[in-house]
């Protein structure tokens, strides 16, 4: 699970829980201030406003939750939505670096196996970029591909590739292909490389989105929290 699919899962159990609340728990308040026959503080007014609509729209609110859900896995299972959401990770400031790090480690960690077979360093990029899970990623490496079989130096068809970090090249560039061994070991190095950096970036990201969510969360619940302590308050007052 990638941190952004985290990130809105997590959201939308708090999401559910605030229709839960809104629809059940406050109306049951206001029911109170009417048996004792007292005006409902204004938070509280305020509060069962928005529960009102909440109560009135909810069933609409998650079908076209559920229908966005349907129509975004579905999409993203298509060659376009793939490529489409590829370019979406790799463009967001919070995914960007995590995308290009993984694509890097990937990309170097397969080169290495087949290098290691006996490929040359161009037959290995060949043969790794159908093994990249992100689907821009692999559309600009098999289009750069083409150029590769034309005779380009595959280190050229990588010094314009912004899906990749920025030090892909001057590690790879470093590599020699009469230095089997060395070039074996250099590629399964510097793929430990970017997935260390794979994992710093990771963690960056979920502070990031985490930071995020938590004052999501204390937006919403602070404000019912708050409203639900003046109507029990209110109400401890009105039954005096």
Same mark, same amino acid.
């Given at each position: 699970?990638?941190?952004?699919?985290?990130? /809105?899962?997590?959201?939308? !159990?708090?999401?559910?829980?605030?229709?839960?609340?809104?629809?059940?728990?406050?109306?049951?308040?206001?029911?109170?201030?009417?048996?004792?026959?007292?005006s409902a503080p204004r938070l509280v007014r305020i509060l069962f406003q928005i529960? %009102?609509?909440?109560?009135?729209?909810?069933?609409?609110?998650?079908?076209?939750?559920? !229908?966005?859900?349907?129509?975004?896995?579905?999409?993203?299972? $298509?060659? %376009?939505?793939?490529? @489409?959401?590829? +370019?979406?990770?790799?463009?967001?400031?919070?995914?960007?670096? !995590? *995308?290009?790090?993984?694509?890097?480690? +990937?990309?170097?960690? $397969?080169?290495?196996?087949? /290098? *290691?077979?006996? %490929?040359?360093?161009?037959?290995?990029?060949?043969?790794?970029?159908?093994?990249?899970?992100?689907? +821009?990623? +692999?559309?600009? @490496?098999?289009?750069a591909l083409i150029e590769v079989k034309e005779g380009e130096d595959y280190l050229e068809v990588f010094k314009n590739a912004d899906f990749l970090p920025d030090s892909f090249v001057t590690i790879v560039g470093e590599l020699k292909e009469e230095k089997h061994e060395e070039t074996a070991k250099a590629l399964s190095s510097a793929a430990e490389y970017y997935a260390g950096e794979l994992a710093r970036t990771t963690r960056k990201e979920i502070s990031a989105l985490s930071v995020i969510l938590i004052l999501l969360i204390l937006l919403i619940a602070g404000f019912t929290v708050i409203a639900i302590y003046f109507s029990m308050f209110g109400i401890y007052r009105a039954a005096m």
């Open positions: 699970m990638t941190s952004l699919t985290l990130f /809105f899962t997590v959201f939308l !159990a708090v999401f559910i829980i605030f229709i839960v609340l809104m629809a059940a728990v406050v109306p049951s308040f206001i029911t109170i201030y009417q048996d004792l026959g007292k529960s %009102k609509v909440v109560r009135n729209i909810w069933p609409y609110v998650l079908l076209v939750i559920a !229908a966005i859900i349907v129509f975004f896995v579905t999409f993203s299972r $298509t060659e %376009k939505g793939a490529v @489409l959401l590829g +370019r979406i990770r790799l463009a967001l400031p919070m995914t960007g670096d !995590a *995308e290009r790090n993984a694509a890097a480690s +990937r990309l170097l960690d $397969t080169m290495s196996l087949f /290098f *290691e077979e006996g %490929k040359t360093l161009s037959e290995a990029a060949a043969l790794a970029v159908p093994l990249m899970t992100n689907a +821009r990623v +692999r559309e600009e @490496l098999s289009a």
